[in-house]
């Protein structure tokens, strides 16, 4: 795999309000694309799409107590901070 960029990504809601995390992207050798999510540095989840289709192929996610509503924040454009240098101040 090779990784394509990081993304930082603002977590934070009414419950907490300093709640970072990143999404790694990364290029298989077959092609497509692997998703993987961490919050405070810790791996929560992965997925792995088909750049073509953009259809999801397989997805899988750690045990954890975070709210489901944890995806909708990481897939908010509007929360999604870019910034790789700061990713690794962060971290």
Do not use: W
Not at 31 to 45: M, T
Not at 70 to 84: E, H, M, S, T, Y
């Amino acid at each position: 795999m090779k990784l394509i960029e990081r993304t930082l990504v603002n977590l934070a809601d009414s419950t907490s309000q300093n709640l970072l995390g990143h999404i790694s992207l990364y290029e298989k050798s077959n092609g497509n694309l692997y998703y993987v999510y961490f919050i405070e540095a810790k791996y929560y989840a992965a997925k792995e799409v088909d750049p073509k289709t953009n259809n999801i192929i397989r997805e899988e996610g750690s045990d954890n107590d975070y709210h489901y509503s944890v995806d909708i924040l990481f897939n908010d454009k509007a929360r999604q901070l870019g910034c790789p240098e700061c990713l690794v101040l962060t971290l």
